[in-house]
């Protein structure tokens, strides 16, 4: 009897261990329009999600499973193994260390800061244009190469908001930020559209910067998978024309 039940519990485990590894687990945190989840359709979507499941996710035999966490989460749940990849995440030196970045990027934009209607700023051609300023950004959030090799020159506000974007738009509207910067400035025009604050914000470009995000793997993810997915990014792009840009 004890011999055909320790059988039973091998089988088993050998089976639940293929059900793993028919599943890729792939984690993003919420930041509209590019991935979220819709509480009416029930399902992970957005821009990016649905362009990976359409375009890059392309396996026979695997099931691709979405799941949400805040940003500083899904870093961690990646660096534990817990979840084979994130949908898209900017690079950073510290990042690198800990994860594999696709070497063609998912998505590419230019770089804007966000300042109500009525400032005095109306183009920023060097880091002496807002220095003064107060930044709002998100906490764990990634800077443009203008801003970051200047930061020390400027002064940041960080928001540990999941969806910081709507409490960047609130800081700005009360003046209790001069300006706001988003890595992906379409989230921040998105949540301003969506709340009918568009009007009273502007949006100035940086100069000579652009920001990418890519798809993000764990360090043990599977070479002949990975293959795959740079080939699919390679053939496919993600063309994305936001309103002011």
Do not use: W
């Not at 709340?195 to 995000?213: A, D, G, Y």
Request: proline share 3%; aromatic share 14%.
């Amino acid at each position: 009897m004890n011999k055909f039940y320790f059988i039973f519990l091998f089988i088993s485990s050998l089976k639940a261990f293929g059900q793993e590894n028919n599943v890729l687990k792939i984690g993003y945190f919420d930041i509209k329009p590019f991935s979220y989840y819709d509480e009416k359709k029930r399902k992970d979507t957005g821009i990016i999600l649905e362009f990976l499941k359409e375009k890059i996710l392309t396996f026979r035999n695997k099931k691709v499973l979405f799941q949400q966490y805040p940003l500083s989460r899904v870093l961690t749940e990646l660096s534990l193994n817990k979840i084979d990849a994130i949908a898209f995440l900017a690079k950073t030196k510290e990042r690198e260390k800990n994860f594999n970045y696709t070497k063609t990027p998912i998505y590419t934009s230019n770089s804007f800061i966000t300042f109500l209607k009525n400032s005095p700023i109306n183009y920023i051609k060097s880091i002496e244009d807002i220095k003064n300023e107060t930044i709002g950004i998100g906490q764990h959030a990634a800077l443009c190469d203008f801003l970051e090799k200047n930061r020390e020159q400027l002064t940041f506000e960080e928001s540990s908001a999941e969806n910081y974007n709507i409490v960047l738009i609130n800081k700005l509207l009360f003046k209790r930020i001069s300006a706001a910067y988003t890595y992906l400035p379409d989230s921040l025009f998105y949540e301003a559209k969506k709340s009918n604050t568009l009007n009273q914000l502007k949006f100035i470009k940086i100069p000579e910067s652009s920001v990418s995000v890519y798809f993000v793997l764990s360090k043990n993810f599977n070479r002949k998978e990975q293959e795959l997915i740079e080939k699919n990014l390679k053939n496919n792009h993600l063309i994305y024309k936001p309103e002011f840009n």
